[in-house]
């Protein structure tokens, strides 16, 4: 696992910050998602400017064990498939790290 990103609170309850990798290099929000029609829907969207780029789930478990959480997939026509990986909040809520995972085949 990999860190390719790093983020801060937004003053709309979603985040924002920088993802790098050895093709990216871009600023991204994390916009809750307002119009969660069920519970399989995500609980933010991800965006690079105005384009749609990902999504991500809140790890229903993690208020168990004491953090937030969340399940990250991004995607874009560039990429030859989707990143995976996990935001996970620091301890003191004010920033968050992007972790990278390759998924598991």
């Known amino acids: ?10 003053k709309d309850g979603g985040w924002v910050g920088r993802i790098r990798t050895l093709t990216i290099n871009t600023r991204v929000r ?4 307002d119009n969660r029609n069920s ?3 995500p ?20 208020s168990d064990r004491g953090g937030k959480y969340l ?3 991004l995607d874009d026509p560039s990429l030859s498939q989707p990143l995976s990986g996990a935001m ?7 920033s968050a790290r992007l972790v990278w995972s390759r998924r598991r085949s």
């Open 1 to 10: 696992m990999a860190i390719i990103g790093m983020l801060t609170p937004a």
């Open 88 to 94: 996970i909040a620091a301890a003191d809520g004010i």
């Open 30 to 33: 994390f916009v809750p998602n």
């Open 39 to 41: 519970d399989q829907a």
């Open 71 to 73: 399940h990250v997939r």
């Open 43 to 62: 609980d933010y969207r991800i965006y690079v400017g105005a384009s749609e780029i990902g999504a991500a789930w809140r790890d229903r478990r993690s």
